[in-house]
């Protein structure tokens, strides 16, 4: 099942432009978090936010999420070329199992 | 850092084949888990793992089983492949427990699988 779905599926910006992106889940959850994979490679864990939080930073990425809403996003300020990757949110379901989205492609042009 | 490893890269096996996924992590994680990840559908979680010897299926395990007798080491095994079973195959691996990374899950490199 695909609980988190991400939008939009793809997204290009200029480099120095904020890119954001937005996820919907259906349930109610622990916790939200956000990885980032390159092309061909594993996924890295960015963020995680609670969900009795709701905004996060860590550098420059901001998440904020709303419970109401059943929605995230997931703000890069200021992005670089380097940034260029797929997106994923991914929520927390029993047991501690992930359930991914499908995910957002980022594309920064230098 | 924590280290996810799997075994290999990239393989290239036949229909009809039984194929073993390997995949170690050096964290002393309980749980580990198996996706696969295959272009517009995301990653989705073939088996996973709260202990040794302890396994659960996620959303698409048919055509596959897992092994987990030691804590560090869970193995992905495909009793015989099959052409859709060309995937790349993610290894992770996450410890259960409270705090800010206590959820946090982390992946292996991933494994290019093409079967032919």
């Known amino acids: 099942s695909q609980q988190g779905e991400e939008d939009p599926q793809a997204l290009s910006i200029q480099e120095g432009e904020n890119a954001t992106m937005n996820c919907s889940y259906k349930?109610?959850?622990?916790?939200l978090q956000w990885y980032r994979q390159n092309s061909g490679r594993g996924l890295v864990h960015l963020i995680l936010?609670?969900?009795?939080?709701r905004e996060k930073h860590s550098g420059r990425l901001r998440v904020t999420l709303d419970t109401s809403k059943k929605s995230s996003s997931l703000l890069i300020t200021a992005s670089r070329a380097a940034d260029t990757a797929s997106y994923f949110c991914?929520?927390?379901?029993?047991?501690?199992?992930?359930?991914f989205g499908a995910g957002t492609i980022l594309r920064v042009k230098s | 850092d924590v280290k996810v490893t799997q075994s290999s890269r990239y393989l290239v096996k036949r229909t009809g084949e039984k194929v073993f996924l390997e995949c170690v992590q050096d964290?002393?994680?309980?749980?580990m888990f198996w996706y696969r990840q295959d272009p517009g559908l995301g990653l989705r979680l073939i088996y996973f793992?709260?202990?040794?010897?302890?396994?659960e299926k996620g959303d698409i395990p048919e055509g596959y089983s897992v092994s987990r007798e030691k804590k560090e080491r869970f193995s992905l095994i495909l009793e015989s492949a099959s052409t859709n079973q060309t995937s790349m195959y993610l290894c992770?691996?996450?410890?259960?427990?409270?705090?800010?990374?206590?959820?946090?899950?982390?992946f292996g490199e991933g494994s290019w699988l093409t079967v032919v």
């Open positions: 992770a691996s996450s410890f259960t427990g409270q705090g800010y990374l206590g959820n946090t899950i982390y």
């Open positions: 349930t109610s959850i622990n916790n």
């Open positions: 936010i609670r969900s009795n939080e």
């Open positions: 991914a929520t927390v379901e029993y047991g501690n199992k992930l359930v």
């Open positions: 964290m002393d994680h309980e749980n």
């Open positions: 793992s709260y202990d040794v010897k302890m396994k």
